[in-house]
């Protein structure tokens, strides 16, 4: 069992700094070097030619379209631009790899020195961008036999490469010191905010869970106040946004239990597991991680103008903290509403509730109160949750038309959720239409003053604000689903 | 001078994925020890004063349009696939990580 | 030969019929062909016959056969590049050389041998067994063209395509007493030419005369947007330069002879038809500068780095997982034992050379002193054509150092076999085309001697206007073709 020391006793002796490595599928129609289309979920080898399959002969050609997202990201980045870069091979041999190089950048990044405004707790970071360049996606193995499905113990492996080429843009940020305690929430606030940053820019479809945003987080630790880089691990395999943050703590608590004992850092590789919530050692770094760089000689320097660099700066969507202050206007969110909107990752959500004819508090509540909830007990992100927007506005309206109340409403999420189908569906199979038939109301409010026959008295007697407790007897009768003010009218009219 | 020993040779076969045998290791290093003496002399030929030319042609953005050209068939893909099943490419299992 | 099928003289169908005779043969005895796809040829021989029927033949060269050197991927047809490791390949596409000259109506009579992976300048290192000189059985064709040369040279296709890296066009041209050109760097696709070294690979004609290599040229070069490194400029006319350098007049054309090119090392009797061949350029006209161009002395070294450095990772990807020879040893291997094991059995000696010293000469820590310096030296020899180009239209030289060796004879000494391209390498490393054509033969051995000429980029018209004009001189002072007199190999192989 690996040794763990709470994490604020790891926050009091030492300070952690991070790096996150972050590889984003670009949403070109074709992949980076072939025509070949790129789209999720096809039969397995239907989307590969000579070029892709590294057949012999075949050769690459740059996607212009690809080359430009790199610039825009580069550029939503603050980052320059390289008036001249060059592709180069990273050469090792697996078996997902087609030609068993890389084609990649390496000392020439199309854009580098750059930064990002995080914001946590309302607090602003500001994370450095050391380069953003661009690269090639390998191909999807599937191991087979074996007990777990996964590389170790498996008999053999199938290769597809469908998805061996799709464009890839590797942005690496400088390590990410002074943020203390809060580091990991930093590094899940900046990997949320490139995602958004990343949708503005329509450059890719940011699904973290189909893999088209996949995040290494470096870490290491270094004695408080000293000031020092330790020796940091790569973990790998850091597919959501919760697990950013969790990896980073793990570690931090793996590290600082491991120095605290008079240990020391190996420079590994190490892998997350989503279910257990810890890291594994992988691959130790060593010097066969010999890649033999050269540039690429099929391919040639990559040259943008300045015109063209400039077009695109222009052409750049509004920044995410100046969209974020209009919305918040827009909304009529306090400032502190507002942090609680960023915290759940909810703006985007919200933006699409309010589309679908939501009012901005009850997109709020929804989502802030109410999912977030649900989402945190799943222990999934807030996007992940099986529920669109459009049905949060659904359920809002069902509220506004009175066909259900707002404890109705959270019944009709969990049908949502629970994959019932669309709210009016939920409503109907649960059968949670507010009753407002004065028929069995009437029968419901008899039965109440049966049993508070001195409650029923008082209110004859004129004592009007006694008919509360009758009302909540009817509605706990009605398990929620009367109409409250019905119940309310009928009781007076009854007992007058 | 480089000299280019027996292990040095066993590394880069290792790095090169060439199961070498004893033989060949044995054979190969003075060979290859001869054809870098006779490469030697490049050192220091050029100073920093003298740009490297990896194009000898100079081109710059050659860029394709983002546009779906036809793929082979899975069926054209595989043909000459050493194994496979399930319409991929079977390998036999692979050492190390997951990339 | 287009001239008779335009003249309807011949047919298509009898032309390629009357070389897959041929290849039955003498081919046994010759060995220039892996491959030879008859029903395949006659077919396209007779579509093509059809097409001159029709009065709309597909290009001047329509009908004529031709045959391919073994490392340009054709669809259908087996691509081995000389090597076990491809053994039975059959690619789904077509090379763009291979997809034009299907365009323009040759028929493609089959695949001619090479060092494996293009390795060699003897053809001794093909995995399926050397190609024979067809002027002297026991000698090498040259390399690592030396099926395209020798087929040629043997009569068994009247035009091939070679690929030349370091001279693997030239030096089989000029030992086998064939032409070949080198055309500039981007200025014929690449695309489907298996890599040896991607910054110096380039295809090009294998003829018996220089106007046929124009022709061929033209069929094959141009524009191709599936190579990021090729040219979109127009070729020139070509043939028209041929045309019109077969007149014979030279004046006003400015020779560069280079110094470092010849004398030493160079065998007498190559130097001496070198020489004579120059004269007779003097005297059709040309003025003759010598120039020098002092960093040839490292362009070997510099080829010898970069050359294996690219081919170490172009080879990586043979590595049993796709395609090719899969060797699975005993007990329960992981793809990295398959991957060696495979790549053990599948490549020969000079390839595993090769891939170890690129490797070596990549690695951290040598890249800078090896490849660096490699990539440096190919500026400076970029430099001193410039200088020289600013003095002479075109620059000449003997294409090999030697005429043909006996096989065998430098096949354990790597340094001496890689001296064969001391005179074609630095054209490679500058992108710049070159032509070899014959000069003769040998006083002392009779054998064939190579004449190669030199333009700067993208004047490769230069070389067909030059090249025909020598042609021309020489033929007139032979009295005919230099492969008129080569020996009868059906009397060799009886
Ligand atoms: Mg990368
Ligand atoms: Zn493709």
């Known amino acids: 069992m690996t040794d763990l020391m709470s994490y604020d006793d790891a926050m009091a002796a030492f300070d952690p700094a991070m790096g996150l490595e972050v590889h984003v599928e670009l949403n070109t129609a074709t992949k980076m070097f072939c025509g070949c289309p790129t789209e999720f979920g096809a039969e397995p080898n239907t989307q590969t030619c000579p070029t892709c399959l590294g057949l012999p002969g075949s050769l690459p050609v740059v996607n212009g379209k690809a080359i430009e997202s790199a610039m825009r990201i580069g550029l939503a980045l603050n980052c320059e631009i390289a008036e001249w870069c060059r592709f180069a091979r990273k050469n090792y041999f697996y078996p997902d790899m087609p030609k068993n190089f890389q084609t990649s950048q390496y000392d020439e990044p199309i854009a580098f020195d750059g930064y990002l405004d995080v914001e946590v707790d309302g607090e602003i970071f500001r994370v450095d961008i050391e380069r953003a360049h661009m690269e090639e996606d390998t191909g999807k193995s599937l191991h087979v036999g074996g007990s777990t499905g996964r590389i170790q113990g498996a008999d053999y492996s199938l290769v597809d490469y469908n998805r061996a080429g799709i464009p890839l843009i590797e942005i690496v940020t400088r390590p990410i010191m002074g943020a203390g305690e809060k580091a990991p929430a930093v590094a899940k606030a900046y990997v949320a905010t490139l995602r958004d940053l990343l949708l503005g820019l329509d450059v890719s479809d940011v699904r973290m869970e189909q893999g088209s945003m996949r995040c290494d987080v470096n870490l290491s630790l270094s004695p408080k106040g000293a000031g020092t880089l330790g020796t940091r691990t790569e973990t790998k395999n850091v597919n959501s946004l919760r697990s950013v943050e969790r990896a980073a703590r793990y570690e931090v608590s793996r590290q600082a239990a491991l120095l605290a004992a008079g240990g020391s850092i190996l420079q590994e590789t190490r892998h997350w597991h989503e279910d257990t919530g810890v890291t594994t050692a992988g691959r130790e770094k060593s010097d066969a991680d010999d890649y033999r760089y050269f540039p690429e000689p099929d391919l040639v320097p990559v040259a943008p103008s300045r015109e063209w660099v400039a077009e695109l700066k222009a052409g750049l969507p509004e920044p995410l903290r100046d969209k974020r202050a209009r919305l918040q206007g827009d909304w009529g969110f306090t400032d502190l509403e507002m942090r609680d909107v960023v915290a759940s990752d909810a703006v985007g959500l919200i933006e699409e509730t309010i589309a679908a004819g939501s009012s901005p508090q009850a997109a709020r509540k929804w989502w802030v109160a109410e999912l977030t909830r649900r989402a945190n007990e799943d222990g999934v992100e807030l996007t992940e949750l099986p529920i669109t927007p459009e049905q949060v506005a659904r359920i809002q309206a069902l509220v506004d038309e009175g066909a259900i109340n707002d404890k109705l409403a959270r019944q009709v999420f969990d049908g949502v959720l629970a994959g019932e189908g669309e709210p009016d569906a939920v409503v109907a199979a649960r059968g949670l239409a507010v009753v407002s038939d004065d028929g069995a109301l009437g029968e419901a409010i008899d039965r109440a003053i049966a049993a508070n026959p001195d409650v029923a008295d008082k209110i004859r007697e004129g004592k009007v604000a006694a008919a509360g407790a009758l009302i909540g007897a009817v509605m706990k009768d009605m398990r929620g689903q009367a109409d409250a003010g019905r119940v309310r009218e009928l009781v007076l009219e009854k007992l007058s | 001078m480089p000299e280019i020993t027996r292990d040095e040779v066993a590394h880069l076969a290792t790095l090169a994925r060439i199961d070498l045998s004893d033989a060949e290791l044995d054979h190969l290093a003075p060979q290859l020890s001869v054809i870098l003496e006779s490469v030697a002399s490049i050192t220091g030929v050029a100073g920093d004063d003298v740009p490297p030319t990896s194009h000898a042609i100079p081109l710059t953005n050659v860029f394709r349009d983002d546009v779906v050209t036809p793929s082979l068939t899975a069926e054209q893909a595989l043909a000459m696939a050493p194994a496979s099943e399930q319409q991929r490419f079977l390998v036999p299992r692979i050492l190390g990580d997951e990339q | ?494």
């Not at chain 3, 029903?39 to 056969?65: C, F, H, I, K, T």
Request: a negative charge; glycine letters at 12%.
């Open chain 3, 1 to 494: 030969m287009a001239a008779d099928l335009a003249s309807g003289a011949t047919t298509s169908v009898a032309l390629t019929r009357a070389h897959l005779d041929r290849i039955s043969a003498v081919d046994g005895a010759v060995h220039a062909l892996l491959h030879v796809d008859a029903e395949g040829a006659l077919a396209q021989a007779a579509a093509s016959d059809a097409r001159r029927a029709a009065g709309s033949p597909a290009s001047g060269l329509d009908g004529v056969p031709i045959a391919v050197k073994d490392v340009l991927a054709t669809e259908g047809l087996p691509t081995t590049c000389g090597s076990k490791i491809l053994e039975g390949w059959v690619p789904p596409y077509d090379a763009t050389v291979a997809a034009r000259l299907r365009a323009a109506g040759l028929p493609i009579l089959g695949k001619t041998n090479m060092d494996e992976f293009a390795m060699g300048s003897s053809t001794e290192h093909s995995a399926y067994g050397p190609t024979h000189n067809p002027w002297d059985l026991d000698r090498i064709p040259g390399g690592s063209g030396g099926g395209s040369a020798a087929a040629v040279a043997a009569f068994e296709a009247p035009l091939a395509i070679g690929t030349d890296t370091g001279g693997s066009i030239r030096q089989p041209g000029a030992v086998t007493g064939t032409v070949g050109v080198k055309p500039t760097y981007g200025g014929v696709s690449r695309y489907g030419l298996v890599a040896m070294a991607n910054s110096l690979d380039q295809a090009g004609p294998v003829t018996r005369t220089v106007l046929d290599s124009a022709l061929l040229h033209e069929v094959i070069g141009g524009y191709d947007p599936m190579d990021s490194t090729s040219i979109d400029e127009p070729l020139g006319a070509l043939a028209d330069a041929a045309r019109q350098g077969a007149a014979g007049d030279m004046t006003g054309v400015r020779i560069g002879v280079i110094t470092e090119l010849g004398g030493e090392g160079y065998q007498a009797g190559v130097q001496q038809r070198f020489d004579e061949a120059v004269a007779l350029l003097v005297k059709a006209g040309a003025e003759v500068v010598e120039v020098s161009c002092p960093s040839f002395v490292h362009a070997l070294a510099a080829y010898y780095l970069i050359m294996p450095s690219e081919a170490s990772s172009n080879l990586a990807r043979f590595d049993a997982m796709r395609y090719g020879l899969r060797v699975v040893p005993d007990g329960d291997p992981s793809a990295e034992d398959v991957m060696r094991a495979s790549r053990d059995a599948g490549f020969g000696d000079e390839v595993k050379r090769r891939i170890i010293l690129g490797t070596y000469a990549l690695s951290s820590g040598y890249y800078d002193a090896y490849y660096g310096q490699a990539q440096k030296v190919r500026t400076l020899i970029s430099r001193d054509f410039e200088a020289a180009f600013a003095q002479a239209d075109v620059l000449v030289s003997p294409t090999a150092p030697t005429t043909a060796f006996k096989i065998g004879a430098k096949l354990d000494d790597p340094v001496a076999m890689y001296l064969n391209d001391v005179a074609t390498i630095p054209a490679n490393l500058a992108g710049i085309p070159g032509l070899s054509l014959p000069a003769g033969l040998a006083p002392e051995d009779g054998l064939p001697v190579g004449f190669q000429v030199l333009a700067p980029a993208l004047a490769d018209d230069r070389l067909y206007r030059v090249g025909a004009a020598l042609e021309a001189l020489l033929e007139n002072e032979w009295g005919g073709a230099l492969l008129d007199r080569a020996p009868a190999l059906e009397e060799a192989t009886a």
